[in-house]
């Protein structure tokens, strides 16, 4: 698997689609392809960073995210208070801790850079002056760690086809 520093980014009914490499600089900034960033800054440069796998984090515009973070958060509320969750403490509990510590809110900076918080980058991987790969993932942007990324793609690339055909037929 080969990353360019070339990007291509499509806006197909807001599918963000496209692959670049850049590099942490050393400041813990990085620069996002402006054909990407464009796609998910609201119009503050508000987007949330949230950690996904180990190995990637999305990029989120702050609208969406929270639009997600709200459905989902009201649909475990209205569970609790229904008394169907009393048997999963444990499993909300959990839930609770993930929640606080997996997104932050970020902003988008000139020439489409974000700084990436410490937690965030140990959840990459990623150091000073290392490689990320960007990937338009049709509703956000991911950054990947180099390895985890030609992991993932070897994994997933295979179902492709099926993927496709699932989703438009």
């Not at 180990?54 to 702050?62: I, K, P, Q, V």
């Not at 569970?79 to 801790?97: F, T, Y």
């Not at 990623?126 to 991911?142: D, L, N, P």
């Amino acid at each position: 698997l080969r990353f360019t520093a070339h990007a291509l980014a499509t806006r197909m009914t807001d599918l963000i689609l496209g692959e670049a490499a850049r590099t942490l600089d050393d400041r813990y900034r990085l620069s996002l392809p402006a054909e990407l960033a464009d796609l998910v800054a609201s119009a503050d440069n508000e987007c949330v960073l949230v950690k996904e796998q180990r190995g990637c984090l999305s990029l989120w515009d702050a609208p969406r995210w929270q639009a997600r973070l709200d459905e989902g958060v009201a649909l475990v509320t209205s569970k609790i208070r229904a008394g169907r969750l009393a048997q999963n403490l444990d499993q909300v509990q959990l839930l609770g801790r993930l929640l606080s510590t997996r997104h932050t809110p970020i902003k988008l900076a000139g020439r489409g850079r974000i700084v990436i918080p410490e937690g965030f980058r140990e959840f990459l991987g990623i150091q000073r002056g290392e490689t990320a790969v960007i990937i338009g993932a049709a509703v956000c942007i991911e950054i990947w760690h180099p390895e985890q990324w030609r992991e993932h793609v070897a994994e997933q690339m295979p179902g492709f086809r099926k993927l496709l055909d699932g989703l438009v037929g």
